[in-house]
Every structure is written in C-alpha cells, then in structure tokens.
C-alpha cells in the first residue's frame, strides 16, 4: 500500500512539474554608481584693510560684516580663520596687548562675540557650496613699541570639507 501511495505521489509530481513552466530569476543585475571629486575653495572680499595709526592700547576695526568669504567648492567647507605677522615684522599676535605684542580679534559666522585670531578658529562649521558668511575684524595695537615703521600681517581663510 505504501509503495502505491510514493508512486501516486510521484506521478502527481512529475505532472505538475512538466505541465508548467518554471521561471528563473536573471543570474545578472546592475548597480549605477556616481563618484565626485572633492573641490575645496573659498574667496575673501575685500582682500586687503588698513587699520591705519594708533597709539598704544588704541582699538580700530571694520563693522557690518565687512569682508565675505564665499564657499566657491562643490560641497559644504568647514572655514577657519587665523591671523600671523608677515615675515619682517617686529610685532607679535597673542590674546593680549603689550610691548610689541598685538591683537587680532573677529566677529561673524559662528564668532558671535569678539574672538582673538591669534590662533586658528572655526569661523563657519558648515557654509554651503555658493554660500557665503561675513566677518569683521578688530585691531590693538600694543601697549608699548620701539618700531614706529608700518607692521604687516596675514589674516588666512582655510577650508576642510565638513562632516
């Protein structure tokens, strides 16, 4: 009785299986994939300021977002700002003024009080591709000087990529 059963079982199977047709599924596919090349860049507008004279602890400084930087990468820059003398110059930067020492300070962006540049500081964690952010400098100069030619220094604008 058994072995009638398998073999019923059986016919009943192989009917099935040759009376329809089976679908497979494709044994290929695709993935589109997109790949970007990073560009970083930033501009800085107006590209130069003169503090002019001043006599020791004076203060002098732009106002109303005075200078624009523009993220003109492809995708979104962190910005830092940072101030140093040039070669040849006698005067240093720090946090504070004294004799023949400086300070650098900025305001904008992410810098919402006055902020000594001596330093490197973020002054935008996240500005958009084409966006821009304004900024204001401030100046002191230092308590005492024996140097009385003009000093120079470089306020530098850098970009990273956010994260």
């Not at 930033?42 to 002098?60: H, I, K, L, M």
């Not at 020492?101 to 904008?108: D, E, H, P, Q």
Request: proline share 2%; charged share 10%; with cysteine.
């Amino acid at each position: 009785m058994k072995s009638r059963w398998i073999a019923l079982c059986l016919a009943i199977l192989s009917t099935t299986l040759i009376g329809t047709a089976v679908t497979m599924a494709s044994d290929t596919d695709t993935v589109s994939c997109t790949a970007t090349f990073t560009q970083l860049g930033v501009t800085v507008s107006p590209s130069n300021y003169d503090f002019g004279f001043g006599q020791a602890n004076d203060w002098s400084n732009t106002s109303g977002g005075y200078f624009e930087v523009q993220n003109t990468g492809n995708r979104d820059e962190k910005i830092y700002i940072e101030a140093s003398p040039d070669a040849g110059t006698q005067w240093s930067l720090a946090a504070t003024n004294g004799d023949d020492t400086a300070v650098m300070k900025a305001l904008g962006g992410d810098l919402t009080s006055w902020t000594s540049i001596h330093t490197q500081q973020t002054l935008k964690s996240s500005l958009a591709s084409g966006g821009t952010v304004t900024f204001d400098l401030a100046f002191q100069f230092p308590s005492s000087t024996s140097t009385y030619d003009p000093q120079h220094f470089t306020v530098t604008i850098s970009a990273v990529a956010a994260s």
